[in-house]
């Protein structure tokens, strides 16, 4: 998981100044990607929940 | 026990929800108002925004209090993180609120108060700025209660009132799934929300209020976008508003009174299907087993301050 990833999950009272400022800082950097280039950001890809379990499962099919 | 908004069992006290909802389907009303009740689920819509917009009223409070905008976004991105947090009693102290919905999420909750202030936070003199009452304190999260006549209130909240071009406007943020356009913000006008604002903001003020700015945020997965529309209110149009709101207003009262609250079939489908077209579409005799199941107790007042 990243940095960000474990921020989100922790418990917001316990946060300091630090993990707010990570947030916001990689927030800035997305926002920073899509201005650069709209087109791209927009076109990729999110895998939805479902997929995510899907492609998670590692599975090899022996036909 | 009886919402401060009812007065022996009638509405006395209303806005823009209950007015919507009456003029909409009477049954839907009574379902909602007097009824009290709401699906179990969660709107994610709703939710969603009012965590966004709490959050951008929060920092136009923080940076009228003298706060940097650095400082004011850091408050209100730790406000929003503690609100989408669902507090339990493990070792985690709880986990993060899910929205159930593939682009309103927690994360890009966050992403979308950012990028909002990122983009207009910051005021300038060609830009939109905050009013301030004639006590200097800033315009911001005003919520009103005006006599519509002389036995109804009309109640309702402000999120932000701004002077763009010596004009003086309310702002509204709304969140969409859509691509903001003119086709976006024509829903905006009529509209009871708005028209009513438009009024209350005169009342308040004691200036004319010119119409609403309609701050838009786009939630897509990947990114969001902002855009703002005007929609303007002329006096005949709030006077139109006016005596339309209260004939549909005694029109509820009428038929609270009654106790006869007719569907409206014509509007089920409006808006991706009304919330109690579950209990409508079932026979008259096993409705209240529905409701059991699947709804849950809703305490929306007008004349609860936010």
């Known amino acids: ?63 | 026990m009886e919402k401060r908004s009812f007065r022996d069992g009638v509405q006395f006290a209303w806005d823009a929800t209950s007015l919507e909802l009456a003029q909409t389907c009477l049954r839907k009303y009574y379902y909602t108002m007097i009824r009290g009740i709401q699906p179990r689920q969660q709107n994610v819509h709703l939710l969603f925004g009012g965590l966004y917009a709490s959050a951008l009223e929060g920092y136009y409070k923080h940076k009228a209090a003298g706060a940097s905008h650095e400082d004011a976004m850091r408050s209100v991105v730790h406000t929003a993180l503690i609100n989408s947090w669902v507090r339990d009693e493990s070792p985690a102290g709880g986990y993060p609120m899910t929205f159930d919905h593939a682009a309103k999420t927690r994360p890009n909750l966050i992403r979308t108060i950012v990028w909002y202030l990122e983009q207009y936070g910051e005021e300038t003199e060609d830009g939109l700025t905050t009013y301030h009452l004639a006590d200097g304190t800033p315009a911001v999260e005003l919520s009103f209660n005006l006599e519509l006549s002389e036995d109804i209130l009309y109640c309702g909240h402000l999120d932000r009132v701004s002077d763009f071009g010596g004009k003086l406007y309310v702002v509204d943020q709304k969140t969409t799934g859509s691509t903001i356009g003119p086709y976006f913000f024509d829903q905006f006008n009529p509209s009871n929300q708005m028209t009513g604002y438009a009024w209350a903001g005169k009342v308040i003020l004691k200036s004319p209020v010119h119409g609403v700015i309609i701050d838009a945020a786009q939630i897509a997965i990947n990114f969001t976008e902002f855009g703002r529309g005007v929609t303007t209110r002329t006096e005949s149009q709030i006077a139109e508003w006016h005596e339309s709101a209260l004939w549909t207003i005694n029109l509820a009262r009428h038929a609270t009174e009654m106790e006869k609250f007719p569907m409206n079939a014509s509007s089920c489908g409006n808006y991706g299907g009304c919330p109690f077209r579950r209990v409508c579409s079932r026979p008259q005799h096993v409705r209240e087993n529905f409701i059991k199941a699947d709804y849950t107790e809703h305490n929306w007042d007008p004349l609860e301050a936010r």
């Open chain 1, 1 to 63: 998981m990243s940095q960000v990833t474990d921020l989100f999950m922790k418990d917001p009272l316990k946060m300091t100044k630090e993990d707010l400022d990570a947030i916001i800082a990689h927030m800035r950097e997305r926002r920073a990607a899509y201005k650069s280039n709209p087109a791209a950001v927009k076109a990729t890809k999110t895998l939805t929940a479902a997929q995510k379990a899907v492609s998670g499962l590692n599975i090899e099919l022996d036909i």
